[in-house]
């Protein structure tokens, strides 16, 4: 029964992969470029999703679009200028820093170091206060 | 100053606060479209009945709704009344048969009816690319001088023509 459970499952990952969609590449660096393009580019269909991870129709048009792109030459530039012209700025997942785009790249820094000032300020005046106690004694 | 820093969390609670409330009346499926106020891709597209060649070139000169659409679309079937009814009152109404067949098409028109000007046929989606359509049914309000003014994803039916549409036609038209 095990044996058979095994085999099951074995046989089923496989079915599963065949489903999924098969591009041939020119170079394994070109297979690179194509998967984190398919991180970097969100769909516009299913908000939390890339189009390398989604099953949407519209994520699997870009993907063969990417392909050909990819295919005919164009850089990594080229190719999310070309998506955000058509989709906005929406598409990327790692929009470039500008005004627009300032606090996304910076707030959590902000919001961290503020912390940790805070933090420290809190540890010092803790420990002031400890030796102080301490002098009293 | 004691004081002040015991507000502080509630200040930033409320703060918080904002940003949710504000959250809660935003649609989280709304994107704003790339090609607001910008003219409609160039193309060269088969016309879905007769096959011949049409271009921008073709477009009315008045504004008019351009429609992405396939016969695959429950959603597409639902909004075909309304914008059968757009067609007859109000302006006139193309069609872009999006990743489509021909035939599954012209059974389609022929069986609810067809109130297009006409229809570009998109077998491909290479048009609604050019587009940045994510799936049927879209539709663009564009002006008599072929600029895309509004994008509507979904269903197009009396309220979202009155709130989305109607306000931005009577803009730029008199």
């Known amino acids: 029964m095990r044996w058979l459970c095994a085999l099951m499952l074995t046989v089923w990952t496989a079915a599963g992969w065949a489903a999924i ?26 908000q939390n999703q890339a189009i390398g991870d989604s099953d949407a129709e519209i994520s699997g048009d870009l993907r063969a679009e990417v392909y050909r792109m990819l295919k005919e030459g164009a850089t990594d530039r080229e190719i999310k200028d070309f998506m955000v012209a058509r989709y906005g700025r929406y598409v990327l997942y790692r929009p470039p820093l500008d005004r627009q785009t300032l606090v996304l790249w910076y707030g959590p820094a902000i919001f961290h170091d503020t912390g940790a000032v805070f933090v420290v300020l809190r540890i010092r005046k803790s420990k002031l206060a400890l030796e102080k106690g301490d002098e009293d004694a | ?132 359509v994510a799936g049927a049914p879209e539709t663009f309000l564009v002006d008599g001088n072929g600029i895309i003014r509004a994008r509507i994803q979904g269903e197009v039916n009396a309220r979202v023509f009155d709130a989305e549409i109607r306000p931005i036609l009577e803009e730029f038209r008199p």
């Not at chain 2, 659409?69 to 079937?77: E, F, H, N, V, Y």
């Not at chain 2, 007859?88 to 021909?102: C, H, R, S, W």
Request: hydrophobic fraction near 40%; charged fraction near 20%.
């Open chain 2, 1 to 132: 100053m004691k004081r002040l820093s015991l507000w502080l969390p509630l200040a930033i609670f409320a703060i918080l606060v904002g940003f949710f409330f504000r959250g809660l009346s935003l649609d989280p499926n709304a994107q704003p479209s790339a090609l607001i106020g910008k003219p409609v891709p160039g193309f060269q597209l088969a016309d879905l009945h007769t096959g011949e060649t049409l271009t921008p070139a073709d477009f009315p000169a008045e504004p008019f709704l351009l429609n992405v659409w396939a016969s695959w679309c429950i959603t597409c079937q639902v909004e075909h009344p309304y914008l059968t009814q757009i067609a007859e009152a109000t302006m006139p109404v193309i069609g872009l048969n999006y990743k489509d067949t021909q035939s599954a098409a012209v059974n389609w028109l022929a069986k609810l009816g067809d109130p297009y000007t006409f229809h570009l046929f998109d077998p491909e989606g290479r048009m609604g690319l050019d587009l940045g």
């Open chain 1, 21 to 46: 969609e098969t591009y041939q590449f020119d170079t394994p660096e070109q297979e690179a470029r194509f998967r984190q393009l398919g991180l970097e580019l969100r769909c516009p269909k299913c």
